[in-house]
T-cell receptor, first 117, second 115 residues
């Protein structure tokens, strides 16, 4: 049973560039959440995708956008990169957004380490 | 809004001694509470959760946590620490009544277990 997979694992960009990060959820999961973890900080919620739509969003600018595909995989796009965007980007999957009988427990990938120079 | 506080940046304990990592939370409704562990340059691994029922929950690797509603706390504990327990620990909360289904994390506590 494959867990959450993310790619790439590491990447380096320069200010002003754009980046796309990818995530495949755990088998049987249909909801993908993205988190940003800056150095020395806890994960900060960016947004959540379910049924190919953004369902919830944290306090991040519109430069951060995403997409979910019919197979439940997801992309995170960041435009006009800033130095402050350097972080570990974590993808987490769950089932039915955590509603219903689901307790909302998240399963995380290993993350994509983005460095902006 | 939901929030989590982990008051200690770092906890130091000798191998074989009991350990406690503190967490307090704030939600308007009833909480779902979680502990995750992160090893260097890795993602977060689930340790345990409190949903309802017994206030003492047991999880992976011998860890347990005690839910205290009156103190709004969910401290992580282990009777006997191992050097391999050294890692970054995150407490997280979800307000099950809010309609907001994502988890909010604390800033993390680094646990260092010395031989």
């Amino acid at each position: 049973d494959a867990g959450v997979t993310q790619s790439p694992t590491h990447l380096i960009k320069t200010r002003g560039q754009q980046v796309t990060l990818r995530c495949s959820p755990k088998s049987g999961h249909d909801t993908v959440s993205w988190y940003q973890q800056a150095l020395g900080q806890g994960p900060q919620f960016i947004f959540q995708y379910y049924e190919e739509e953004e369902r919830q969003r944290g306090n991040f600018p519109d430069r951060f956008s995403g997409h979910q595909f019919p197979n439940y995989s997801s992309e995170l796009n960041v435009n006009a990169l800033l130095l402050g965007d350097s972080a570990l980007y974590l993808c987490a999957s769950s089932f039915q957004q955590g509603f219903g009988t689901n307790t909302g427990e998240l399963f995380f990938g290993e993350g994509s380490r983005l460095t902006v120079l | 809004a939901q929030s989590v506080a982990q008051p200690e940046d770092q906890v130091n304990v000798a191998e074989g001694n009991p350990l406690t990592v503190k967490c307090t939370y704030s939600v308007s409704g009833n909480p779902y509470l979680f502990w995750y562990v992160q090893y260097p340059n890795r993602g977060l691994q689930f340790l345990l959760k409190y949903i309802t029922g017994d206030n003492l929950v047991k999880g992976s690797y011998g860890f347990e946590a005690e839910f205290n509603k009156s103190q709004t706390s969910f401290h992580l504990k282990k009777p006997s620490a191992l050097v391999s327990d050294s890692a970054l620990y995150f407490c997280a909360v979800r307000d099950m009544n809010s309609g907001y289904s994502t988890l909010t994390f604390g800033k993390g506590t680094m646990l260092l277990v010395s031989p």
